[in-house]
């Protein structure tokens, strides 16, 4: 079984920056797409940033320019770099790992989440 355990979280204010950081229990990078989402209350859980295949990443246009997914794999961490924090960023962030067997079965772990405030 895959573990992800998030931290970084807190208060912040407007502007400020923050960085999250989320620890795979086993050597996963390889098999497993990793990515960022958060939830604000009443709200779906949303894609934040993610590593697409090959080299590439994603991230949704609301927080382009602002916020930036990194990893090392040596340490099996990913981490979310958040800057010019607003007050619509706060929520609870996840990280997520996702891989599919060869009958399209999605095989998908969560951490259980790291609070994200940010004050006015």
């Known amino acids: 079984q895959v573990q992800l355990v998030e931290s970084g979280g807190g208060l912040v204010q407007a502007g400020g920056s923050l960085k999250l950081s989320c620890s795979a229990s086993t050597s996963i990078f390889s098999i497993y797409a990793m990515g960022w989402y958060r939830q604000a209350p009443g709200k779906q859980r949303e894609l934040v940033a993610s590593f697409t295949s090959g080299s590439g990443r994603n991230l949704a246009d609301s927080v382009k320019g602002r916020f930036t997914i990194s990893r090392d794999n040596a340490k099996n961490t990913v981490y979310l770099q958040m800057s010019s924090l607003k007050p619509e960023d706060t929520a609870v962030y996840y990280c997520?790992?996702?891989?599919?067997?060869?009958?399209?079965?999605?095989?998908?772990?969560w951490g259980q989440g790291t609070q994200v405030t940010v004050s006015s």
């Open positions: 997520n790992a996702r891989r599919y067997s060869t009958d399209s079965t999605i095989y998908e772990y």
